[in-house]
């Protein structure tokens, strides 16, 4: 979970368009079988987080993301299996009065919140503190000691000699839960948007469009979000309203994301995060 700079354009401040009557989606496709679900009835079982300007936590059966204030940046949790083509449900409920928001799902995020990831042997056997072998003697720490002096001299003459480019480079660290991926979300002012989040930027695969099929204000919503393949749909309250093609992202976890422009911030709840596979019909 991170707090990203990446502004989100509300359809209330800038760009948006009006649904047109839409012939439905391009593909159509077939909800397989359940691959994981969260009723959030249950604590750690999400990624959550506490910090000043916002909460992100499973409470009350439920999981709560609170902003104190509007700062237009979009603030997410992640968690779960690395999936490709899936059919992600939730159901959304605004708490909070202001509509300049944005919240809803998201899919393909790169990391591994949660995840069982391999233990490398050797330093679970130094954790532990198993194995002979691996006790220096006098001769091997001073070997040991060598080699560390020698690359930490490599790595400085690397750090002087590093062009631009590489420094642009993303960490492998930073790599981890940095918030890639695909938003399907809608606004409590009634509209809907499908975005790609890459790096510090998001682009609008669907621009922010007025329906009514968003029910306005606080209230409860139902989102489902399509991703197969290259394909991307967004339905709300058990109806079409969006899709988009896009091939950047193949595979990842599934979040949750909210945003605000009100200084008054928002306050959303989730519940019954349902994963299926998604296969072409």
Known sequence: MINVVRSIV??????????????????????????????FSEGATFEEGVYADATLRIMDGVYRITLNRGDN????????????DVVVDVDVHQISEPTENAFGVACRLRGHVGQDLPVDPTLA????????SLDLTEEAAAESTAEATEAATAEATAEAT??????????????????????????????????????????PLVN???SDLVHP???R??????????????????????????????????????????????QVEF???????????
């Open 10 to 39: 509300f359809a209330g401040m800038g760009l948006f368009v009006l649904a047109a009557c839409s012939s439905g989606p391009v593909r159509s496709f077939n909800v397989g079988d359940e691959l994981t679900q969260f009723d």
């Open 162 to 203: 590093e062009t631009s480019s590489a420094a642009e480079s993303t960490s492998a660290t930073a790599e981890v839960a940095n918030g890639d991926g695909y938003l399907f979300l809608i606004q409590g002012s009634g509209s809907y948007a499908i975005m790609r989040a890459r790096g510090r930027s998001i682009t």
């Open 73 to 84: 940046e979009i603030w997410w949790a992640q968690y779960g299996d690395s999936l490709d």
């Open 271 to 281: 519940d019954n995060l349902i994963v299926h596979k998604a296969v072409s019909g």
């Open 208 to 210: 922010w469009t007025a």
């Open 221 to 266: 919503n139902q989102i489902r979000a399509v991703c197969i393949g290259d394909y991307l749909a967004l339905y709300i309250n058990g109806e079409f309203a969006a899709d988009a093609t896009d091939s950047t992202y193949r595979s990842g976890q599934v979040g949750l994301a909210a945003s605000a422009a009100s200084r008054l911030g928002v």
């Open 217 to 219: 204000g606080p209230d």
């Open 125 to 132: 056997a130094i954790a532990s503190g198993e194995g002979a």
